[in-house]
T-cell receptor, first 116, second 114 residues
Framework: AQKVTQAQTEISVVEKEDVTLDCVYETRDTTYYLFWYKQPPSGELVFLIRRNSFDEQNEISGRYSWNFQKSTSSFNFTITASQVVDSAVYFCALSESRLGYNKLIFGAGTRLAVHP | DSGVTQTPKHLITATGQRVTLRCSPRSGDLSVYWYQQSLDQGLQFLIQYYNGEERAKGNILERFSAQQFPDLHSELNLSSLELGDSALYFC?????????????FGPGTRLTVL
């Protein structure tokens, strides 16, 4: 069955620290898509990144980087030199190709608090 | 700003009542999705529409229904409301509703049932 696990419920760091948010997924599909979304205190869900299962290249976008490892079914997200504005709940999500439709399965989320 | 709009932003109502949540997708997107975010269930997929037709159903209660209109906006109707229906309801949209799409979310409607 498809499942996304974000084992870290809450993480607290001091500004400028690096922090990694873990995401482990389960799927029987060979083609699937992984996503990260950010939910700041204002409540909206903001898309951060999409990764296709056939593309294992890691990605960097400014202070954000993502490490996709098929061998361990993980898609971890690292924030370098964290800032107070990074404080939010971060969700990892999975979409499977075999379904034919686009249903996102979300993890429970990791609440990140960055303190000055 | 994702380009997806939702109204109202907040809704407070009583048990047993019926409410309608409205969503307008991003310009050019044909598919609309509804999700419920609650403390105990997390973010759950409710239903997906593509170009006016229902594409997929998730954990949507029978008391809930949705539709997508010819102008592509969508409405989620919640009836016989219970305390447990209090949640943040998100609408999302994507181009054609296939797994390769990225879903962009609206700001959500916070429903409080008293």
């Amino acid at each position: 069955a498809q499942k996304v696990t974000q084992a870290q419920t809450e993480i607290s760091v001091v500004e400028k620290e690096d922090v990694t948010l873990d995401c482990v997924y389960e799927t029987r599909d060979t083609t699937y898509y992984l996503f990260w979304y950010k939910q700041p205190p204002s409540g909206e869900l903001v898309f951060l990144i999409r990764r296709n299962s056939f593309d294992e290249q890691n990605e960097i976008s400014g202070r954000y980087s993502w490490n996709f490892q098929k061998s361990t079914s993980s898609f971890n997200f690292t924030i370098t030199a964290s800032q107070v504005v990074d404080s939010a709940v971060y969700f990892c999500a999975l979409s499977e190709s075999r379904l034919g439709y686009n249903k996102l399965i979300f993890g429970a989320g990791t609440r990140l608090a960055v303190h000055p | 700003d994702s380009g997806v709009t939702q109204t109202p932003k907040h809704l407070i109502t009583a048990t047993g009542q019926r409410v309608t949540l409205r969503c307008s997708p991003r310009s050019g997107d044909l598919s609309v999705y509804w999700y419920q975010q609650s403390l105990d269930q997390g973010l759950q997929f409710l239903i997906q529409y593509y170009n006016g037709e229902e594409r997929a159903k998730g954990n949507i209660l029978e008391r809930f229904s949705a539709q997508q209109f010819p102008d592509l906006h969508s409405e989620l109707n919640l009836s016989s409301l219970e305390l447990g229906d209090s949640a943040l309801y998100f609408c999302a949209s994507s181009l054609v509703g296939v797994p390769t799409d990225t879903q962009y979310f609206g700001p959500g409607t916070r429903l409080t049932v008293l």
